[in-house]
């Protein structure tokens, strides 16, 4: 019954390899996000999709890129990986709606990633 | 770019109600006020949300001021699973989560 879920859970790779972390939401939602939330903590929204299509696009590496191959699944894939990419990253869903404005949004467990 | 200011820390007993404030005095008139929670090593929970009025659910009680320039978090008998981050966000189409609320509820 896991409304959001990500894979893998932990992530240990060496700098310069590319990996993928995928999500996928089983609520029926048009929106799905990425956020990256560091060693400090603090949580960062990085990209929006809404039915596929992307709408939020904050500064973040070109190396890092979102797929989204359906409304169900929003896949992160991340070329070159460098030391600074290491941290808990986060899945998200929200309901259909208005995308002018955001809604209630369901998170998943989180990929812990570390790069050595 | 965090708009809400969230004391960094405070403790409250176990059973007792537990009142977080949160100011947002630069809130635009299309922003909501949400919080969300972060248990320890897991994803962002939804709490609750509002625009104007005071709004309840079976989680916590959000209580906003009449000029919206700030708002309190209501958990009526706080347990030991509530010991979290509690974030309070403005927003009018993207979350933006700032330091929150360290909540440690004590036995």
């Known amino acids: 019954d896991t409304a959001v879920s990500q894979t893998p859970k932990y992530l240990v790779t060496q700098m310069g390899n590319d990996k993928s972390i995928k999500c996928e939401q089983n609520l029926g939602h048009d929106t799905m996000y990425w956020y990256k939330q560091d060693s400090k903590k603090f949580l960062k929204i990085m990209f929006s999709y809404n039915n596929k299509e992307l709408i939020i696009n904050e500064t973040v590496p070109n190396r890092f890129s979102p797929k989204s191959p359906d409304k169900a699944h929003l896949n992160l894939h991340i070329n070159s990986l460098e030391l600074g990419d290491s941290a808990v990253y986060f899945c998200a869903s929200s309901r259909p709606g208005d995308i002018s404005r955001t809604d209630t949004q369901y998170f998943g467990p989180g990929t812990r990633l570390t790069v050595l | 770019d965090a708009k809400t200011t969230q004391p960094t820390s405070m403790d409250c007993a176990e059973g007792r109600a537990a009142n977080l404030p949160c100011n947002h005095s630069t809130i635009s008139g299309n922003e909501y006020v949400y919080w969300y929670r972060q248990i320890h090593s897991q994803g962002p929970q939804y709490i609750i949300h509002?625009?104007?009025n005071n709004e309840t659910n079976e989680m916590a009680s959000l209580i906003i001021t009449e000029d919206r320039k700030s708002s309190t978090l209501i958990l009526p008998h706080a347990t030991l699973r509530d010991t979290a981050v509690y974030y309070c966000i403005v927003s009018d189409y993207k979350l933006s989560f700032g330091a929150g609320t360290t909540v440690t509820v004590r036995a």
């Open positions: 509002g625009l104007k």
